[in-house]
């Protein structure tokens, strides 16, 4: 897993509530076998009309808007498990997500695969899209060994929480499978004494 | 200290824990299925790390296969190719398959349970966000992404923060007609879709206590359509009952040792929850969804809620339904009774009950899809395939179809369907898919009038 410090660029706005896995990846592409490719379907149904044209009101196609940071409305990532929606956002680029809301399993999928989801207040969240709509080059800056989210150019800043496990595994690069491996012993105890 | 179920369970399950960390919890059972496992395959593969214990994995076929002609090669060139590599790895890893064809075969959330495989008081993962069905059985069991999908092969552990508490607690008697699916879409629609992120929901009161194993897989099923991770309900009498003598349960002896400790676990009195809900069963009635995400359902006689939200808007334009209006007479093209909230007999039941001497309107193309090979044959042994075939209904061959459109069963552009599956989100069914969700029983009367009807006027 790559590894994550600070992070400073524009960021690309979806103001909706509730988006799901579903939209971030629908399950038609979940046919694959490896990880590779998913970042071209991310957003597939919003991106594209029904006849395959590009849709130019879609935020990710709209030029004014770069920047590997999404900005999204509350309870962003609900629905179904599949990682494949981490895999797609990191594969289109983004490696933060901001929402004022995760839902638990897309949160989880995100922090194994280096893809920072930082849970801000509404406000914030509010302040954030106002800074977008105002200058589209705004740019932000997400400090992982600091827990914060800045406005560059303004006093505006919020700290985050994470976990502080999952905050060393991000800013080092580590993965559970390394940890649990090491624990090993523990766990064949674990299970000779396991009652049921 | 007093204990919830759901402590009862975890705490018996934890291995380790790291300081302000999470804590590591083993897991008893791991189902996977073709979608969400072939990457973890790979990442094992690739670290030579070896699946630690292959005995405790069950695999099935289900998300991605046909449901016609199973036993030709299926059609779909992926698909193919995704299954087949689920077979592969499966050989190559010791692990027990149920393949497409094979007498046990069927979507993950239903076989499991009806081979006896969850049980109560264990640990339960699968990468499928609806494996929190399993609760019903007074299981720990939830979805997992492809990454602990990997580390529960490596370790049979996964890290995890132990959620908070939830209880639901619904009162009373069902009025007729109220099936377990309006009970979860009612509680949905008033706590929201978020309201249990971060909490592990445990259903109590009479109404889930006299509940069949079937109407408990469904309200747990749906736990995570409110955010959720997982739901569950105490174990007793009816689950014993319904877990004695399947397939993998333990037997004689073995079975009594395993019911006096399953006896242990329920809730005990004076335990505290973090938040806590309580609902009357009169209040609830026959319900429908009108938009984009499972909390928005109203009961079948109401009307569409006004709200100025954008988010909501957005979703009443998706759906072409109009704020303050009701659904009952909106012409329906499609009916899908299927999926693992409701796939099971009962479910069946309910439908060719209501459909038994009927024929479905000639709009309507109506898809009954078992969630198991064996609910196919129970079907067809019951005498149920023959009621629904002369009433016009085509009964297909098991799996999740048209729930998340994976295979060739997708709801065509701008059609609604009214399905009894769990999501109704945007292109869930198909692209540009319009999904109302509901009981069987709605489902039915749906598929027979060609339209939404007010269900609740035929029954009282």
Not at chain 2, 359 to 374: E, H, I
Request: aromatic letters at 10%; hydrophobic letters at 35%.
């Amino acid at each position: 897993m790559e590894k994550f410090t600070t992070h400073t660029t524009q960021a690309v706005p979806l103001n909706i509530a509730n988006v799901d896995t579903d939209q971030i990846i629908p399950a038609r592409f979940l046919k694959a076998t490896d990880k590779k490719g998913f970042g071209d379907n991310v957003f597939r149904d919003w991106r594209f009309d029904k006849s395959g044209n590009l849709n130019t009101e879609f935020t990710l196609n709209n030029p004014i808007y770069s920047g590997s940071i999404l900005i999204a409305g509350d309870n962003f990532g609900c629905g179904s498990s599949r990682e494949h929606a981490a895999w797609a956002l990191v594969g289109y680029g983004f490696k933060v997500i901001v929402s004022s809301f995760f839902a638990d399993i897309f949160k989880g999928n995100a922090l194994n695969n280096g893809l920072l989801p930082v849970q801000v207040s509404e406000s914030f969240l509010s302040a954030l899209f106002a800074a977008i709509e105002t200058d589209a080059n705004t740019q932000f800056e997400v400090n992982l060994e600091t827990q914060t989210i800045s406005i560059k150019g303004t006093d505006l800043k919020e700290s985050f929480e994470i976990d502080p496990y999952k905050k060393t595994c991000m800013i080092n690069g580590y993965d559970d499978i390394d940890y649990l491996l090491s624990k090993k012993e523990l766990i064949e105890a674990f299970e000779l004494q396991k009652t049921d | 200290m007093k204990k919830t179920l759901f402590d009862k369970v975890w705490d018996a399950h934890v291995v380790d824990s790291i300081q302000d960390g999470p804590q590591i919890l083993y897991i008893d059972k791991h189902l996977i299925h073709e979608v969400t496992s072939p990457q973890a395959f790979n990442e094992l593969a690739d670290r030579k790390i070896p699946v630690f214990r292959p005995n405790q994995i069950v695999a099935t076929a289900d998300h991605n296969t046909p449901t016609l002609d199973q036993h030709l090669p299926v059609r779909d060139e992926l698909s193919r190719k995704q299954l087949a590599q689920l077979s592969e790895n499966c050989k190559k890893n010791n692990i027990t398959l149920y393949e497409l064809g094979h007498k046990y075969n069927g979507i993950v959330h239903v076989m499991a349970p009806e081979l006896g495989i969850t049980q109560p008081g264990m640990t339960m993962v699968c990468g499928d966000s609806h494996t929190s069905t399993h609760g019903a059985f007074g299981t720990i069991a939830f979805g997992i992404g492809t990454s602990q999908v990997a580390q529960v092969f490596a370790s049979q552990c996964l890290l995890l923060t132990k959620p908070k508490s939830l209880r639901v607690t619904v009162n009373g008697t069902l009025k007729n007609g109220v099936l377990p699916k309006d009970v979860i879409l009612y509680i949905i629609s008033k706590l929201g879709t978020n309201s249990g992120t971060g909490y592990f929901c445990e259903y109590a009161g009479d109404v889930f206590e006299n509940m069949s194993m079937e109407g408990r897989m469904t309200v747990c099923n749906m736990s995570i359509e409110m955010g959720a991770r997982g739901g569950m309900i105490a174990p007793d009498a009816t689950t014993f009952e319904y877990v004695k003598d399947r397939e993998f349960a333990p037997k004689k002896d073995a079975f009594d040792a395993k019911v006096a400790y399953w006896k242990t676990l329920p809730t005990d009195e004076g335990a505290v929850f973090d938040k806590e809900y309580y609902f009357d069963a009169e209040d609830i009635e026959p319900m429908v969804t009108y938009g984009t995400n499972p909390g928005m359902g109203i009961k079948i006689s109401e009307t569409i809620p006004v709200d100025n939200d954008p988010s909501f808007k957005k979703s009443l334009d998706y759906m072409n339904f109009e704020a303050g209006k009701s659904l009952i007479d909106t012409p329906i093209n499609f009916v899908f009774i299927g999926s693992c909230t409701n796939s099971r007999i009962e479910d069946f039941r309910v439908a060719a009950d209501y459909v038994k001497g009927k024929r479905k309107a000639d709009n309507v193309t109506a898809w009954l899809v078992p969630g198991s090979k064996q609910v196919e044959t129970q079907i067809i042994n019951e005498g149920l395939k023959d009621i629904f075939n002369a009433a016009g209904f085509e009964l297909r061959q098991p799996g999740c179809s048209a729930c998340l459109a994976m295979n060739d069963d997708k709801i065509p552009q701008n059609e609604y369907c009214v399905s009894t599956s769990n999501r109704n989100f945007e292109g869930r069914q198909g692209p540009g898919s319009r999904t109302i969700l509901a009981s069987p029983l709605v489902a039915a009367a749906t598929a027979i009038e060609g339209k939404i009807i007010d269900i609740t006027k035929q029954l009282n």
